[in-house]
């Protein structure tokens, strides 16, 4: 089994910045593999946030968190960062971490095979 611990999450002021962690555990990995970042604000669908593949070198983000949002991998690869820069209100989710068995990064919620249990984030105006 596999197992995503996520962590970091909290509340901070608009315009503040979070930084979430999210570490990978468990007998079965092995091999390459991407992580991802989801959220989910109530009575919302869990969206896509921000992924990235194996190697680090390759990145996707969701528009509305472009350029304030950072995806990263530890040297060690089984655990990922979510630096949140310009905290927005709408930003305010529950934050959930994901493993895929591919190299590449996805943005499909679909392709992803492992999930956290989440971490809150909340940005007060």
């Known amino acids: 089994q596999v197992q995503l611990v996520e962590s970091g999450g909290g509340l901070v002021q608009a315009g503040g910045s979070l930084r979430l962690s999210c570490a990978a555990s468990?007998?079965?990995?092995?091999?390459?593999?991407?992580m991802g970042w989801f959220r989910q604000a109530p009575g919302k669908e869990r969206e896509f946030v921000a992924a990235i593949g194996w190697s680090g070198g390759s990145t996707y983000y969701a528009d509305p968190v472009k350029g304030r949002f950072t995806v990263s991998r530890g040297n060690a690869k089984n655990t990922v960062y979510l630096q949140m820069n310009s905290l927005k209100p709408e930003d305010t989710a529950v934050y959930y971490c994901?493993?895929?068995?591919?190299?590449?990064?996805?943005?499909?919620?679909?392709?992803?095979?492992?999930w956290g249990q989440g971490t809150q984030v909340t940005v007060s105006s």
């Open positions: 468990g007998a079965r990995i092995c091999g390459a593999y991407s």
């Open positions: 994901a493993l895929d068995r591919g190299m590449a990064p996805t943005t499909r919620l679909v392709d992803y095979d492992y």
